[in-house]
C-alpha cells in the first residue's frame, strides 16, 4: 500500500471519528496498522520518509484518540508508548506541525490521574518540563512553555485542585464546557467518582449521621434519590431523611453544627469559584 492509499483511509477515519462511528473507526485504523506494516513505519528509522512518518503518526494518534472514545485505557496507553519514538524525532526528520502530541500527551496525565497514579503522573511531567526547557532555550519554532498548554494545564490545575483537597474546582473543571477537547470530557465521571469516594470515606469517619439534604451539597449530587443510590451502595443506612454511617473504632464524633458549616463551606466555595469564572468571562 502506498503513502497516498494510507493518507485516504486516514481521511475516512477522521470522519467516521467526528461522527462517532466507532465501530466502522476501529475497521478503518486495522486497515491503516496493515498499511504501516506494509510500509515498514509502525517504527520510525533514518530511511523512513518524512511523509512516511507524519502518516504513521497521525495514524498512531488516531488509535489512541478512538482508544479513548470507547473508553479502553489498556489500548491508549500502548499507542501512547508507540507514539514516543516518533515524538522524540528531531523537527528536522519530522516536523511538530500537524502533531496532537499536546494533547495525547495531556489526555495520558489524565489517565494516570484517574488512577491514582501520583508518582507516573510526576515522572511525565518532570520530562515534560526538561523538554519544554530545552525547546526554549534552543530557541526552536513553536517552542512554548507548559504554562501556555492548555492540554497540559488542565491535567496539571487537577491535580493540584486533588492535592488541596479543592473538590468544588475540580467538580467544577469537569463540567462539558470546560474541558479542552471531547476525548477529555471521558475522565469526568472517573474524577467526580474520586471526589465524592473522598468526601464519603471522610464523612463516615467524622460523623456518626448526615442529613440527605447536606450530603447531597456535600456529594456534588443532582437529587436526594442520587444521594439514596449512592448511600446504599456503599452500605449507609437511610432513614428519616438522615444517613447514617457505620461506627468506626475510636471515630471523633462530629457536631450538627461542625456538618452543617462543613457542607456550608463547600458550597461557599462552589459560590465562590462560580463567581470567579464569571469574572474571567
Not at 36 to 50: D, E, I
Not at 82 to 104: M, R, V
Not at 234 to 247: A, E, K, Q, S, T
Request: charged content about 20%; aromatic content about 8%; hydrophobic content about 35%.
Amino acid at each position: 500500500m502506498s503513502d497516498k492509499d494510507l493518507s485516504s483511509l486516514l481521511q475516512q477515519l477522521h470522519q467516521t471519528l467526528s461522527t462517532h462511528d466507532y465501530q466502522k473507526s476501529s475497521t478503518l485504523l486495522s486497515r491503516a496498522k496493515l498499511a504501516l506494516l506494509s510500509l515498514n513505519a509502525l517504527v520510525p528509522t533514518s530511511q523512513t520518509s518524512q511523509k512516511t512518518l507524519a502518516l504513521s503518526r497521525e495514524t498512531l494518534e488516531l488509535g489512541a484518540l478512538i482508544s479513548i472514545r470507547q473508553q479502553d485505557p489498556s489500548s491508549f496507553t500502548r499507542y501512547f508508548q508507540q507514539l514516543q519514538p516518533f515524538y522524540d524525532l528531531p523537527s528536522t526528520q519530522l516536523p511538530h506541525e500537524g502533531s496532537n502530541q499536546s494533547k495525547i500527551t495531556g489526555l495520558y496525565l489524565l489517565l494516570l490521574l484517574s488512577q491514582g497514579d501520583y508518582a507516573g503522573f510526576h515522572t511525565v511531567l518532570e520530562s515534560l518540563e526538561v523538554a519544554s526547557a530545552s525547546a526554549l532555550e534552543e530557541g526552536k519554532k513553536g517552542a512554548k512553555g507548559l504554562e501556555e498548554d492548555v492540554f497540559i494545564q488542565y491535567p496539571v490545575k487537577l491535580e493540584q485542585w486533588l492535592m488541596e483537597g479543592a473538590y468544588d474546582r475540580v467538580w467544577g473543571a469537569t463540567k462539558e464546557e470546560r474541558v479542552p477537547s471531547e476525548e477529555y470530557d471521558v475522565f469526568s465521571d472517573v474524577l467526580v467518582g474520586t471526589i465524592r469516594s473522598e468526601i464519603a470515606s471522610c464523612s463516615e469517619k467524622a460523623y456518626p449521621s448526615l442529613p440527605i439534604s447536606n450530603a447531597k451539597n456535600l456529594l456534588f449530587l443532582d437529587s436526594e434519590g442520587s444521594v439514596v443510590e449512592f448511600a446504599q451502595a456503599r452500605g449507609w443506612m437511610v432513614r428519616d431523611g438522615r444517613i447514617y454511617f457505620p461506627l468506626q473504632q475510636d471515630q471523633g464524633v462530629g457536631t450538627e453544627k461542625e456538618i452543617l458549616a462543613t457542607s456550608g463551606q463547600v458550597i461557599e466555595n462552589t459560590i465562590g469559584y462560580a463567581r470567579e469564572l464569571e469574572m474571567i468571562v
